[in-house]
Each structure stands twice: as C-alpha cells, then as structure tokens.
C-alpha cells in the first residue's frame, strides 16, 4: 500500500530528531532524500561568500567540492536569490547546470526564517516527473534540513564560546601567579634600591628594570580585569597633584633615554575620589601608546582641568595618529596595528575602568599629524 504523505513527513521529522552529530546530519539527509523521492542526483549546496558551494552530493564527480556557483546564476544561483522553489519537468532531457542530462529537476531554497543558506537539489526523478506530492515531499526536507544546519552551525558557535571561556579561565590563573610573583620582585628592587643609595649608574639600570617589571604587572592586571569582565574599584580620596606627579615620574623614567618630552600642566588642585591604581593603569596605557606612537621623538601632554562638575584629562601626542578606517576598532579587545607585540588589551581595559568610573572616554585623531585621548570623570 503507498504510504500517506502525512506518514512519510512523519518519518522524515522522527529521522532528523535523532541526529545528535554534525557528521551525521548531511549523509542523512541525502539518504532521505534519495529514500522518499527516488531520484538519481541529490545535491547540497550552502552559500558562502555570495556563492552557492557544493557541501554534499550523491552521483556527482569526486571533485564536486571545487564547484562553486555564483547567486543569480543558473538555476540553483537563481533559487538562492529569489528564495523560492524551481521545478522542471522536460519531455526531451536538457542539461543541468553541472552538464548533466536530465529530464526533471527539483530545486528548493534553505532558509532560515527569511534568510536562505543554501538550495538542495534533486535531479532525474526514476521513471518519472514530480508531481505535486514530491514537491511538498521536497519542501518539507529542504526546511527541515535548514533548520538542522541552523541548529548544528548555533551549536558549535556554543562549542567554540566554551572552550575560549576554558582558555580565559587557565589563562587569568596563569597572569594572577605571575602578576603576585612580580609583586615580590618588585618588593626586591625596592630594597635593592635602598641598599643601593648613591650608585648613580645602578640605579638606573635598578630604574629601568623597576619600569619593565611595572609593565609586566600592568598587563597581567589587564588580564586579570579583562577575564573578570566585573571591574571593582577601590576607592579612596586623591589629591590630583600627587597624582599627576606619580604619572610624570613613570613617564618620565620612560622616556628618560629619549628626546621625547612630556609634560603635564593642570588648572587646579583638587581632591576627587577615585581607584588610584586603576587611574593610574589608564594613564600607564595612554601613555605608552603615545610613546610608542610618537616614536623616537616628539611631544606629549597631558593637560587637566575641571569643567561642570567633571575632571578633564586630555593627553595630546603629535606621534604617528590613527587611520580614519581604525579609529572605530581601537577599544575593542584584542584590536591592535603597527606593533610587533601589542596584545590590543590596553585600550579595552582603558575604556572599562573609565566607565566604572561612570565616566567617558573619546579620541580624536588626523594620521601623522597627533592624537588626542579625553578621558572625563565626574567629582565626587
Ligand atoms: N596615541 C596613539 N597614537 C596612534 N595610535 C594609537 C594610539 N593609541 C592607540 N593607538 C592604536 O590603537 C591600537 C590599540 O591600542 P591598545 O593599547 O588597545 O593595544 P596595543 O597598544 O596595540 O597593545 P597593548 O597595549 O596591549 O600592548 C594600537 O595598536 C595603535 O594602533
Ligand atoms: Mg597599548
């Protein structure tokens, strides 16, 4: 007895259902496709880069993987665009568009919602031309098979999320043992430079390797915010002078064996409250990127002033400035351009600890000519 088209959908659903693996999902749907529609050539294609690329297929040549078709053209291009079905039945046999004779040919759009992904394509019913059963026979798989992609390219999206969550996780253990190793380190150079008093020439091979070991405690607290994501700050009262006294001596031993000049200039010294360490990591950052922007010579100020309840920070460097097409990328993590070993943190961690200040920070910029960095926090 012929089975009901409402059995055979129900088969087909309970099939696809069962598939757990992505290596299953395509061989199955081929298999039901030449099961329930009995036809010579299945093809599946999925669009990639604005062209149609042949992912699986029964019948075809070893190489059909090469084949590539571009949206719009043939029939399949034409499905891929148009989003709706392509049903031909010849009396004579005419050539498909991968040059095979055939007399009939089905051709369905994959979509998902209104998007399509691809077209799955039946060639050469047995014996036969497809009638109106097969045709809804077909539509029902190319939706289901849409919907299974669908699900299987959202899973392994998850897969991929999870196992960078992993690497985040080993990663920020790894920075906190080295970010409280260097904090003995770093207590060691302090007494070195006690013991040391008066030895010029130590001293400042004791101050350079004091800047190093700071940069590498900076970008291991990058690390460590960034992978905490949640920025906790601690907060105490600050007077802006001395803040901005610790910032010139660091730049200052910075640049001490540059001609770059920098210089900080403010209109009042007040008291705000802020994490003075986090501040500090933001100006750590900003300079060293107009360090390193300006190159081996050039300006750098940083100027300071209040304005409706806000403090303004604005750190002006004439270095090599920023590429109009980057300028909207520079915050984002892991962004990073012209460096050999930038890790594109600076910026991402600047910008999260300014905001946890409730405060805002922007850039202006003209390539080779300067850049300028605003950061404005509001007293409290
Ligand atoms: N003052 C500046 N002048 C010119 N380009 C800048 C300046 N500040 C930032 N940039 C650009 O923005 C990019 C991102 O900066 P960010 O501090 O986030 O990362 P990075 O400096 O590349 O690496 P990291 O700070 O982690 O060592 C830099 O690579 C650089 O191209
Ligand atoms: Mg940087």
Do not use: W
Not at 30 to 53: A, P, Q, W
Not at 77 to 92: L, T, Y
Not at 261 to 270: A, G, L, Q, R, S
């Amino acid at each position: 007895m012929k089975k009901d088209i409402f059995d055979i959908l129900v088969e087909i659903s309970e099939i696809m259902n069962t598939i757990f693996e992505t290596d299953e999902l395509i061989p199955q749907i081929l298999n039901i496709t030449e099961k329930f529609l009995n036809v010579k050539r299945v093809s599946l294609m999925l669009i990639d880069d604005n062209k149609l690329k042949i992912i699986a297929a029964t019948n075809l040549p070893v190489n059909f993987k090469e084949i590539e078709i571009p949206i719009g053209e043939g029939i399949s291009g034409r499905v891929a665009m148009s989003g709706k079905p392509v049903i031909v039945n010849n009396e004579s046999s005419c050539e498909d568009e991968l040059g095979y004779k055939a007399k009939s040919y089905l051709s369905f759009p994959l979509k998902v919602r209104d998007k399509v992904i691809g077209v799955l394509n039946l060639t050469d019913k047995e014996n036969d031309f497809f009638n109106n059963t097969d045709v809804k026979i077909a539509g029902y798989i190319a939706s289901q098979c849409a919907l299974a992609i669908n699900r299987f390219s959202l899973y392994e999206e998850k897969k991929k999320t999870e196992h960078l969550k992993v690497i985040g996780k080993f990663t920020s253990s790894i920075a906190h043992d080295i970010k409280n190793l260097l904090q003995i380190v770093q207590s060691y150079i302090e007494l070195m430079e006690i013991e040391m008093e008066g030895e010029s020439e130590i001293k400042l091979y004791i101050d350079s390797i004091c800047t190093e070991v700071k940069l590498i405690h900076g970008l291991t607290l990058d690390i460590l915010d960034f992978a905490n994501k949640q920025i906790n700050l601690r907060k105490s009262r600050v007077r802006l002078s001395d803040f901005l006294n610790e910032i010139k001596k660091h730049a200052d031993i910075l640049t001490n064996l540059t001609p770059i000049k920098f210089e900080v200039t403010f209109e009042e010294d007040i008291e705000f409250e802020c994490d003075k360490e986090k501040l500090f990591r933001v100006f750590f950052n900003l300079i060293n990127n107009s360090i390193e922007a300006v190159g081996e010579n050039g300006n750098i100020g940083l100027d300071v002033k209040k304005k409706d309840g806000d403090l303004i920070f604005e750190l002006i460097d004439d270095g090599k400035g920023i590429k109009k097409e980057n300028i909207d990328k520079i915050f984002d993590p892991f962004f990073t351009s012209g460096k050999m070993k930038g890790t594109g943190l600076g910026l991402a961690v600047v910008k999260e600890i300014v905001q946890a200040h409730k405060g805002v920070i922007t850039v202006e910029s003209e390539e080779n000519k300067y850049t300028k960095f605003t950061v404005r926090i509001p007293i409290v």
